[in-house]
Structures are given as structure tokens and as C-alpha cells.
């Protein structure tokens, strides 16, 4: 372009030849002025300016950072970060004084903040609380209600709900106001088809453990458990992450089933539901073949609430301010030097015996014993 218009040629000719503008054969014209075009730069340029106008000035810059090192080593108040920085600077009279947030970032080029990063431990492993459900060498089934559902027309409708642990297995059962007699009867079935864990884990619903208005009484489901064999395990209450896989499970069924369509019955809010937990099953078959093996329900098995019960059921409580937990109805002490944290109780029914281990998630393979407390389930411990 510079060399057609150094021969004479005219600068819109030039620019429709190159499909450029003219003001841009202009600039490269301007750039070569009376040099050889091997001698000229014929780089673009950048177009910021050389100085920025609202740039701090290195001077102001330089003493921010002293003031910074001074009020470190010599303040009485121990503050060195910007706001006492800018308080020192009208102190001293200064007339340009930078804000605050340019102060940091003043301090943030010169390299001189003391970054506190977070430290970001791994979560522990699933189970973390069992040592035997965290090696993965047992399953555990999460049971939780879903309430506070209602089908156009006022039908009350809540939800059974279930998913193993390792293996991701679910089930759903919609139904109406659920009763103890209803669970039952929705996990036998399921553990009839898929076989059972070696634990249960419920949350503190009356229907699950039985009444809480009496102490040393235990409900039909724990019974139920015991005498399968499956170790019932309560989860602490108004407590996270113990109940994450039941309730994750939980909200995912209400957006893909409860709020994705209209129901006008409970029989298509059942059908849906059936549908999406198929579909579940499905997915997680790969996931399942990983986990641990299930145990197949005995045949002619029967379920008798009278039998005399023996096993074990866990509790995980969280220490109250004196080292206290609240496990059937009864105040123990566990240990002054461990409170607000959480405990596993164990309740031995045929050794008599409560042994309380202390639970750290930062330390999830340590968990000692703090103490073991005599005990026995009295004779009048079923709740019909």
C-alpha cells in the first residue's frame, strides 16, 4: 500500500484494491513517513496510552508498602492492613491518599499480603462413623419420609424412601398419611426382592424407633431389624452429612417425579414414580455389582413383634456442653473432655452393655472407647 502511493497513486484507489479503509492506508503512509519500507516497523502497535492517567505514582506507592512494614513492626494496635494504612496516611497529612481498595491492590502488586489460605481437608469416606461401612466391607440402607404433600383436590401424600449406601440401590413408595405397619410392610418387600444390608439407618421419626415420651422403648422397625439381623442405626439429630445419600435421593425424586408433572390421583403420582425408579435401578447397576453383597431374606421368615430381641442398635448423638447424650430416653454422661462432639452408641441388648466411641471427621480412623456403661433393656420394651 505504502509503496502504490509513494508511485503516485491515489489513497481511496489504494484502499479499494486492498478492501481497506482509507484512513488505514493513511496510518501505514504516516508509520513509513520518508524511510525504506525495509527499514520501517510495520508491527501493530498497542493502542493503550504510555501512562495511565489514574494511575498511583510510585512515590505514593513506595510509601504505602514502608507504612505497611512500620505499622507491622511498631503498632500499637497491631494493624498493618489498608484501612489502617489509609488511617496513618491523613495522620501524616498526606494530601493524595488512595482509597482502600487501591491500597490493596497496591500491597497485592508489591507482594505483600500475608495470604491465610483455607485449608481444604479430603471428606471422609461414606460410612466414615462405622469402620466396617467406610472399608466397604457392609451395605447400609438410608430410610426417610418425604411430607408435605398434597394432590390437587387435598390428597395427602408422603413418600417412602430408600438407597444404599455403596451400591446407589432405591425405591420409592408413594402413599397416603404413612403408619409404622405401612414401613414395614414397604421394607420387607424391598428387602425380599434385593436382599438385606447389614445396616439400617433411619433419622428420629416416632415411626422408625417408636415413642420418645417413655424411656427404654424401641418400635416395631427396630425390632424388625434385630431380627433379621440388620444393625438399625439412628443418625444425630438437627445434624449434616450423615444423611446426605437418603436426602440427595430425596430431592432428586421430588424435582424428576413430584415437580415435573401434574397429578390428578395417586394411582399416576404411583405410576410416575415407579417409572423414574426403574430407570434409577438401571443406571446403578454397574455401581451395584461394586458394592457388598447382599443377604437374601430367609424363606418362611415371619415377623413376630413379641419375639425376644437380641443384636445391637447404634445411635450417633452429639454431646451436649457437659459432655452428656440422650440415648432411649435416658441422660448419660460420656466424657466432660469431649463435648459437642459426636459419639457413637452402641447398644449391646445381650451383653448388657452401652459402649460409647468419640468421632472425629477429621480423623475418621480414629475413634476410641470413652466409656461403657452398664445396661439392660427392660421387659416391657415393645411398643405395640
Given at each position: 500500500m505504502v509503496a502504490l502511493v509513494r508511485q503516485g497513486h491515489c489513497v481511496r484507489k489504494v484502499a479499494r484494491k486492498f478492501a481497506v479503509s482509507p484512513p488505514t492506508v493513511q496510518r501505514w503512509v504516516d508509520r513509513a513517513n520518508v524511510k525504506r519500507l525495509d527499514r520501517v516497523d510495520f508491527q501493530?502497535?498497542?493502542?493503550?496510552?504510555?501512562?495511565?492517567?489514574?494511575?498511583?505514582?510510585?512515590?505514593?506507592?513506595?510509601?504505602i508498602v514502608s507504612l505497611r512494614t512500620q505499622l507491622r513492626d511498631e503498632s500499637a494496635l497491631g494493624e498493618f492492613g489498608a484501612a489502617a494504612i489509609h488511617r496513618q496516611m491523613q495522620a501524616l497529612g498526606e494530601t493524595d491518599i488512595p482509597s482502600l481498595r487501591t491500597i490493596g491492590y497496591i500491597l497485592e502488586r508489591a507482594g505483600a499480603l500475608d495470604y491465610r489460605r483455607r485449608v481444604r481437608r479430603p471428606p471422609p469416606p461414606m460410612g466414615w462413623y462405622l469402620p466396617d461401612l467406610a472399608a466397604r466391607l457392609k451395605e447400609m440402607d438410608q430410610f426417610d419420609f418425604v411430607e408435605g404433600l398434597t394432590i390437587e383436590g387435598g390428597c395427602v401424600v408422603?413418600?417412602?424412601?430408600?438407597?444404599?449406601?455403596?451400591?446407589?440401590?432405591?425405591?420409592?413408595?408413594?402413599?397416603?398419611?404413612?403408619?409404622?405397619?405401612?414401613?414395614?410392610?414397604?421394607?420387607?418387600?424391598?428387602?425380599?426382592?434385593?436382599?438385606?444390608?447389614?445396616?439400617a439407618q433411619f433419622d428420629n421419626d416416632r415411626r422408625f424407633h417408636g415413642s420418645h415420651r417413655h424411656a427404654n422403648i424401641i418400635g416395631r422397625v427396630i425390632k424388625l431389624c434385630l431380627g433379621l439381623g440388620v444393625v438399625p442405626v439412628f443418625a444425630p439429630i438437627r445434624e449434616h452429612g450423615l444423611q446426605n445419600a437418603i436426602e440427595s435421593y430425596n430431592g432428586r425424586w421430588q424435582e424428576k417425579v413430584w415437580g415435573r408433572f401434574h397429578y390428578k390421583s395417586l394411582a399416576s403420582l404411583q405410576k410416575q414414580s415407579a417409572g423414574y425408579?426403574?430407570?434409577?435401578?438401571?443406571?446403578?447397576?454397574?455401581?451395584?455389582?461394586?458394592?457388598?453383597?447382599?443377604?437374601?431374606?430367609?424363606?418362611?421368615?415371619?415377623?413376630?413383634?413379641?419375639?425376644?430381641?437380641?443384636?445391637?442398635?447404634?445411635?450417633?448423638r452429639r454431646t451436649s456442653d457437659s459432655g452428656s447424650v440422650n440415648v432411649l430416653g435416658n441422660q448419660l454422661s460420656v466424657d466432660q473432655r469431649w463435648s459437642h462432639r459426636l459419639v457413637r452408641c452402641e447398644v449391646d441388648i445381650e451383653g448388657k452393655v452401652?459402649?460409647?466411641?468419640?468421632?472425629?471427621r477429621k480423623a475418621p480412623d480414629q475413634q476410641p472407647l470413652l466409656r461403657e456403661i452398664a445396661y439392660q433393656l427392660p421387659v416391657q420394651y415393645v411398643e405395640d
Open positions: 501493530d502497535l498497542s493502542s493503550a496510552p504510555k501512562k495511565v492517567a489514574n494511575r498511583t505514582a510510585r512515590e505514593v506507592e513506595g510509601k408422603e413418600v417412602l424412601n430408600v438407597i444404599s449406601l455403596h451400591g446407589g440401590l432405591c425405591q420409592s413408595w408413594p402413599d397416603g398419611s404413612y403408619t409404622t405397619e405401612l414401613a414395614l410392610v414397604a421394607m420387607l418387600e424391598h428387602w425380599r426382592k434385593w436382599g438385606m444390608p447389614e445396616y425408579v426403574e430407570a434409577s435401578q438401571l443406571r446403578s447397576a454397574a455401581r451395584r455389582e461394586g458394592a457388598p453383597e447382599r443377604c437374601s431374606l430367609p424363606s418362611g421368615w415371619t415377623f413376630d413383634a413379641r419375639k425376644k430381641v437380641r443384636g445391637q442398635i447404634i445411635y450417633i452401652m459402649r460409647f466411641y468419640g468421632l472425629r
